[in-house]
């Protein structure tokens, strides 16, 4: 199958699956400038499955390096009102929102961390609506990756742009399951089904903790919220359309007890963190919260994203994921969060996921809060599975289920 057909089952895959656009609705697409040929697929089939109006909101890692580095500081103190109603406007109408996320992992290496955290501040604190409606699924979004370059060859190092690249779009294309004698939607649909019977059987078990051992020196105990339930990648928003957020996706995921964290944790694979490279992450917990937060590489980074604010240094998602998925069989750190959240047992500090509790998405704030979710303006996920993880499963009567043994679903 020729590479132009395969990209146009791609874009077709996140436009159709991925948003699930409606007749009639908008879509916002999030693209970088050097993504623009694969937007232009994207917009392709948006139309043809009826969307209203394709509104581009284009980026560029070079312009946003270049302003990191040499704006004016007050720049990173406000955020404009234009752009704040252009999130919110479009969020509040219910459009759909397609990310092209496609970034040098080392784009901000050396930019001092305090405008990246002042930057997110604000856009936080401006955009909250659109933040708010994004975590309760108030409308379809979908975040999906093609290779660039600078990604590429990080990935692949030694090969030149077009090799690396090359290898990039085939490592994609088999995440996303572009198979050359099927047709991806199908595959997806089957795909779909398979993480939900896997969440089905952990909502059975209505666990109260879960405990996570590996010879790395993890060992924490995690307590889930009454009312808590597991979720997989196939959302519905508010109103009832069916969308995949994440592309590809493998996780079973559900929200921690704020408050009810405990022990040692250690990252087992880097993570890409506001355009910095993260490695050997260690966190101690205690009543939930970081209490403190070493990395060998990008420490700094790694402290300023757990205090944006009061909840960035509290979990907010505990996710699942065999060690032997399709992702990580495939043996490639992505530097892309994406992909290696996808390989990988994760947990995220910051915001927790409403839809992780009975009835949340119709919470409020402080119900959420009080009900044990974290709030933050942060969600990052960082992995924590390995070859050797078990984690068990301690019911209200006390009874240990294992869920996970050497790395891998018991069921
Ligand atoms: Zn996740
Ligand atoms: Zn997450």
């Given amino acids: 199958m020729g590479m132009e057909l395969k990209l146009k089952k791609y874009a077709k895959l996140l436009v159709e699956v991925g948003v699930n656009i409606q007749k009639g609705q908008r879509l916002v697409i999030n693209c970088p400038v050097e993504c623009a040929e694969f937007a232009r697929l994207c917009i392709s089939a948006a139309y043809d499955a009826g969307c209203s109006e394709v509104v581009m909101n284009w ?25 704040r109603e252009f999130l919110n406007g479009y969020a509040r109408e219910g459009a759909a929102f397609l990310k092209i996320y496609a970034s040098d992992p080392e784009n901000l290496k050396g930019v001092d961390p305090a405008r990246i955290a002042s930057a997110q501040r604000v856009a936080g604190e401006a955009v909250e609506e659109y933040r708010r409606l994004q975590m309760v699924n108030g409308f379809a979004w979908c975040i999906a990756s093609i290779p660039i370059d600078s990604w590429a060859k990080r990935v692949f190092e030694g090969d030149d742009a077009e090799n690396a690249k090359t290898k990039l779009w085939d490592a994609i294309f088999k995440a996303v399951r572009i198979d050359e004698n099927a047709d991806p939607v199908e595959l997806w649909h089957e795909h779909l089904a398979r993480l939900e019977e896997r969440k089905n059987i952990l909502n059975s078990y209505r666990f109260k903790y879960l405990k996570y051992k590996n010879a790395l020196g993890t060992d924490l105990c995690i307590e889930l919220p009454e009312n808590h339930r597991w979720e997989a990648g196939n959302d519905r928003t508010l109103s009832g359309t069916p969308f995949v957020a994440n592309m590809p996706t493998e996780e079973v995921f559900t929200a921690p007890k704020r408050d009810g964290v405990n022990g040692v944790v250690f990252a087992s694979l880097p993570l890409v963190q506001d355009g910095n490279i993260i490695e050997g992450i260690k966190f101690v917990l205690k009543d939930g919260k970081i209490v403190e937060a070493y990395a060998s590489k990008g420490e700094e980074t790694l402290r300023a994203a757990i205090s944006v604010d009061e909840g960035a240094s509290f979990l907010g998602e505990v996710a699942l994921v065999p060690y032997d998925s399709p992702i990580s069989n495939m043996g490639i750190l992505f530097y892309n969060t994406l992909f290696d959240e996808n390989a990988s047992c994760h947990l995220a500090f910051g915001e927790a996921y409403p839809s992780c509790l009975e009835g949340g998405s119709e919470m409020s704030k402080e119900e959420l809060l009080k009900a044990g979710l974290n709030d933050s303006i942060a969600h990052e996920d960082f992995m924590i599975g390995t070859a050797d993880l078990s984690v068990t499963g301690v019911t209200c009567d006390g009874k240990e289920i294992p869920i996970m043994r050497d790395g891998n679903f018991v069921f």
């Fill in 59 to 83: 980026s560029d890692d070079f312009a946003a390096r270049e302003k990191y580095l040499r704006a004016d500081s007050s720049v990173f103190e406000s955020y404009p009102v234009w752009q």
